[in-house]
């Protein structure tokens, strides 16, 4: 069993690393294949189980951001920034929101769909105080 643990904790490690380093190959590969192959890849891991990795892809949505445009971020990416919101662990809706934000301040009031705005007001009747300050 201790075994097994350690393998867990190995995977966790690498996809960690792999989500923190994914998009240093976005500006070599250009717009349109960081569109086609990083950005599902992006998408899917942030439904990881791992809280780290999705806080680390969280982190890197500004990197994401400056190869790809604001534009084909947004509709990939407003679904999982809505399904993390959800998350039990309060550290991961605490960065969703953090996110919001920077997607507000690179686009301005446009964003504010309805979508965005259920989002913060769900958040701002979060059971953890630190998510509802932000919201």
């Given at each position: 069993?201790?075994t097994?643990?350690?393998?867990f904790?190995?995977y966790?490690?690498?996809?960690?690393?792999?989500?923190?380093?994914?998009?240093?190959v976005?500006?070599?590969?250009?717009?349109?294949?960081?569109?086609?192959?990083?950005?599902?890849?992006?998408?899917?891991?942030?439904?990881?189980?791992?809280?780290?990795?999705r806080?680390?892809?969280?982190k890197?949505?500004?990197?994401?951001?400056?190869?790809?445009?604001?534009?084909?971020?947004?509709?990939?990416?407003?679904?999982?920034l809505q399904?993390?919101?959800?998350d039990?662990?309060?550290?991961?809706?605490?960065?969703?929101?953090?996110h919001?934000?920077?997607?507000?301040?690179?686009?301005?009031?446009?964003?504010?769909?309805?979508q965005?705005?259920?989002?913060?007001?769900?958040?701002?009747?979060?059971?953890?105080y630190?998510?509802?300050?932000?919201?």
């Amino acid at each position: 069993m201790h075994t097994l643990s350690l393998i867990f904790c190995v995977y966790y490690l690498y996809i960690a690393a792999l989500a923190s380093s994914l998009l240093t190959v976005a500006p070599m590969i250009g717009k349109q294949k960081t569109g086609e192959l990083i950005l599902p890849v992006f998408s899917n891991l942030l439904k990881d189980q791992d809280s780290e990795v999705r806080i680390n892809l969280l982190k890197k949505l500004g990197d994401l951001n400056k190869v790809i445009g604001v534009e084909s971020l947004l509709n990939s990416i407003i679904p999982a920034l809505q399904e993390l919101n959800n998350d039990k662990n309060w550290r991961i809706r605490k960065a969703t929101i953090e996110h919001l934000a920077f997607f507000a301040k690179q686009i301005g009031p446009q964003f504010f769909s309805a979508q965005i705005i259920k989002l913060l007001l769900t958040c701002i009747n979060d059971r953890v105080y630190s998510v509802r300050f932000l919201a």
